[in-house]
């Protein structure tokens, strides 16, 4: 299986809701470093498990959707705490959308799965993984 991970980041702002997340349940900010690693077993007709660079800018495309925003007051997140597991799901969602209409191009037609990582420091990060 070959792989390949581009990597970005996003900044948001959320609040969660219970006990069970201490003092997280007030306003707070992350800077989440984002990797994303595209999965194959066979390359592609030029040797690539995908182009870099369309998978590097459909990335910043789907992360300008939380970039400087307080996930809080954004109507997709409604009453939803935006833990990091649940942010690197929606990611990969999202993700998977653009490849599914073409935005990596046809040489990523052979991609078969995604992880998403998102690291919220050197010590915590969580991961989704997805068949495409």
Do not use: C
């Not at 349940?25 to 592609?44: I, K």
């Not at 369309?54 to 789907?62: F, G, I, R, T």
């Amino acid at each position: 299986m070959y792989s390949l991970t581009v990597r970005d980041h996003m900044m948001i702002a959320h609040s969660f809701r219970g006990e069970v997340f201490g003092p997280a349940q007030r306003l707070h900010g992350a800077t989440y470093v984002v990797d994303v690693t595209f999965f194959r077993r066979d390359l592609d007709a030029d040797n690539l498990v995908v182009d870099i660079g369309l998978a590097s800018q459909e990335l910043k495309d789907v992360l300008a959707a939380f970039n400087y925003r307080n996930l809080d007051d954004e109507p997709d997140f409604s009453g939803i705490n935006t833990s990091t597991e649940m942010l690197a799901a929606v990611v990969a969602d999202r993700l998977a959308d653009r490849i599914a209409a073409g935005g990596l191009g046809p040489g990523a037609t052979g991609l078969e799965r995604l992880s998403v990582t998102l690291r919220e420091s050197h010590v915590a990060w969580a991961t989704y993984e997805r068949t495409l």
